[in-house]
């Protein structure tokens, strides 16, 4: 049995495996393998058409809120916000609470100005800044709700009157928000949601079409809009994964069961760090992630240790982001809470012959 903690890609339900895999073989019983099948056939259609509607199902959105799914990975989506909502002479209020907000800054200075306005980058980004203000004529506002590599995660989103545009890239659907109080979201879905190759975008078409730049053809929403995301060859796979994801999650009781479960993980690891002597968490306490969980020990020795130790239990994907060190045990999804017990019982095993 393995215990897959992997920051991203990352597990994925079983039976998504399985029916993806019988998809590769054959995609709804017409002899075809999906990897074959065509892209504006009338049975991807409907894949395409069910996806999008089950993310507007699972997050409440109302029909100002279109659904796509682009390629590019979220980092397309760092040029591809501003491209679209910001103009030259414009600012935007960016959030500096890790290196994925830094990567979104630093492309979106490409195209307006940019006004960062609060950092944790002093100390190595391991919580989320409280008191900062956001001027009022900025364009938008972007934060990334939960920052990956560093495990801290906005508990409350700080909504202002500007326009909030949110990296969800490794929390999307994990736990209730007011989605529709955000005019853009979005999120590469191999964290939290599917196979890597395909971001989520979920844009408030109202927003659009307001900057002054010519926007190429593959870069403007509004064209992958009035295609219906088909505006040319999706990943047609990727799409299918997630769904068979969606599908999923809707079953098992949406996003407020995924909330419950991801709490109680989150609770049961957390309560393990907080209690041991040789293991220390890394974030501050009230920002802590409960996606990704960072903690490390204070004899790297040691830490080599645990590693191998957690790999005879088929514990895998727990060692830390180079610039964190230590671990990082990611909690998405689709991670049973069975997984999380046998990493807990495992730290305390190590602690107590240690
Ligand atoms: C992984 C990640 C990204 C980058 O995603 P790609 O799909 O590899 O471009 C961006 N933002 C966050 C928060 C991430 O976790």
């Known amino acids: 049995m393995i215990h897959n903690f992997n920051a991203g890609p990352s597990v994925l339900p079983q039976s998504v495996f399985k029916q993806a895999a019988n998809a590769v073989l054959n995609f709804n019983n017409s002899g075809l393998s999906i990897l074959e099948f065509g ?10 058409e069910e996806a999008r509607k089950l993310v507007k199902e699972l997050m ?42 830094a990567k979104a800054i630093k492309e979106a200075s490409l195209f307006g100005k940019v006004d ?8 190595n980004y391991s919580y989320i ?25 906005w508990q409350h989103i700080p909504f202002t009157s500007n326009s909030m545009v949110a990296d969800m890239s490794s929390d999307i659907l994990s736990r209730q928000l007011p989605f529709n109080k955000f005019d853009l979201i ?5 964290k939290n949601l599917g196979a890597a190759g395909v971001n989520i975008v979920v844009v408030n078409k109202n927003i659009l079409g307001k900057v002054k730049r010519r926007i190429p053809t593959m870069m403007d929403y509004r064209n992958h809009i009035a295609e219906q995301s088909i505006l040319n060859t999706p990943p047609v796979f990727a799409v299918y994964v997630c769904l068979l994801t969606l599908r999923w999650l809707k079953a098992e009781g949406g996003v407020q069961e995924m909330e419950r479960r991801n709490n109680l993980k989150a609770e049961m690891l957390y309560s393990a760090i ?35 130790y957690t790999q005879s239990l088929g514990i895998v994907g727990i060692k830390g ?23 807990v019982n495992a730290m305390k095993h190590f602690e107590e012959n240690n």
């Open 39 to 48: 892209h504006r056939t009338p049975d991807f259609i409907d894949v395409m």
């Open 186 to 190: 979005y999120a590469g879905a191999q």
């Open 129 to 153: 800044p409280k008191d900062f203000a956001v001027p009022n004529d900025a364009k938008y506002l972007h934060i990334t709700t939960n920052n990956t590599i560093y495990g801290t995660q």
């Open 274 to 308: 907080d209690q041991s002597k040789i293991f220390k968490g890394t974030a501050a306490k009230d920002d802590r992630s409960k996606m990704n969980v960072c903690f490390v020990m204070d004899n790297e020795e040691q830490e080599k240790q645990f590693l191998t």
């Open 116 to 123: 960062v306005v609060c950092s944790s980058k002093d100390q």
């Open 321 to 343: 982001h180079r610039s964190v060190g230590g671990f990082r045990a990611s909690l998405y999804n689709a991670l049973e809470s069975s997984s999380v017990e046998v990493l």
């Open 60 to 101: 409440n959105l109302d029909d100002n809120h279109e659904v796509l799914f682009l390629h590019g990975g979220a980092s397309t989506q760092f040029m591809q916000v501003p491209m679209n909502l910001l103009d030259e002479k414009e600012t935007a209020a960016y959030t500096d609470t890790g290196v994925w907000g």
